[in-house]
């Protein structure tokens, strides 16, 4: 479950990845070029757009999140290999709201470093997971990641 303090905070760091790999590198190449009366209106649609995909992202709709983290991947981590984000990546918010709502987006199995990661866990934890049965140990080796993405979305015990 994703609170609002989620969704601020996923926001903010795409507000801050939209800058950095789109907005900064237009601002660059317009150089003089590029006014404010370019790039305001720009820099304002782009911190809508986040709003828009940080629902999106951290919504119960798993076909949609899939969609967007899709397309802002292709955008802002370009490349000509499938997208294999180091581990620290996980724990962004962005990272942690692709692993809930899309799973990993080239893996079907992942490193139980990795899983851990995703889980904002340690590999230990991982390890004790896989050995209670929690998570879905891969037959060639590592975690499944649709057994990650279903435990980041399974729903919470309420704490009383």
Same mark, same amino acid.
């Given at each position: 479950?994703?609170?609002?303090?989620?969704?601020?905070?996923?926001?903010?760091?795409? *507000? @801050?990845?939209?800058? +950095? @790999?789109?907005?900064? #590198?237009?601002?660059?190449?317009? =150089?003089? +070029?590029? #006014? &404010?009366?370019?790039?305001? #209106?720009? @820099? &304002?649609?782009? $911190?809508?757009?986040?709003?828009?995909?940080?629902?999106?992202?951290?919504?119960?709709?798993?076909?949609?999140?899939?969609? %967007?983290? =899709?397309?802002? *991947?292709?955008?802002?981590?370009?490349? /000509?290999?499938?997208?294999?984000?180091?581990?620290?990546?996980?724990? %962004?918010?962005?990272?942690?709201?692709? =692993? @809930?709502?899309?799973? !990993?987006?080239?893996?079907?199995?992942?490193?139980?470093? %990795? =899983?851990?990661?995703?889980?904002? *866990?340690?590999?230990?934890?991982? !390890? /004790?997971?896989?050995?209670?049965?929690?998570? /879905?140990?891969? #037959?060639?080796?590592?975690?499944? %990641?649709?057994?990650?993405?279903?435990?980041? +979305? $399974?729903?919470?015990?309420?704490?009383?």
């Amino acid at each position: 479950m994703t609170t609002t303090e989620d969704h601020v905070e996923l926001v903010a760091a795409l *507000i @801050r990845l939209l800058e +950095n @790999r789109v907005l900064d #590198p237009l601002e660059i190449l317009l =150089a003089a +070029n590029a #006014p &404010d009366e370019l790039v305001g #209106p720009l @820099r &304002d649609r782009l $911190r809508v757009e986040a709003e828009v995909w940080a629902a999106q992202l951290l919504g119960r709709d798993r076909r949609q999140a899939g969609l %967007t983290a =899709a397309r802002l *991947i292709a955008v802002l981590f370009p490349g /000509d290999e499938p997208f294999d984000p180091p581990e620290q990546w996980w724990r %962004t918010p962005l990272g942690r709201a692709v =692993a @809930r709502g899309a799973g !990993h987006p080239s893996a079907v199995a992942v490193p139980y470093s %990795t =899983a851990g990661a995703m889980l904002g *866990i340690t590999r230990q934890g991982v !390890h /004790d997971l896989v050995k209670r049965g929690k998570l /879905d140990r891969h #037959p060639d080796g590592g975690v499944t %990641t649709s057994s990650i993405q279903a435990r980041l +979305n $399974r729903p919470q015990e309420s704490v009383q």
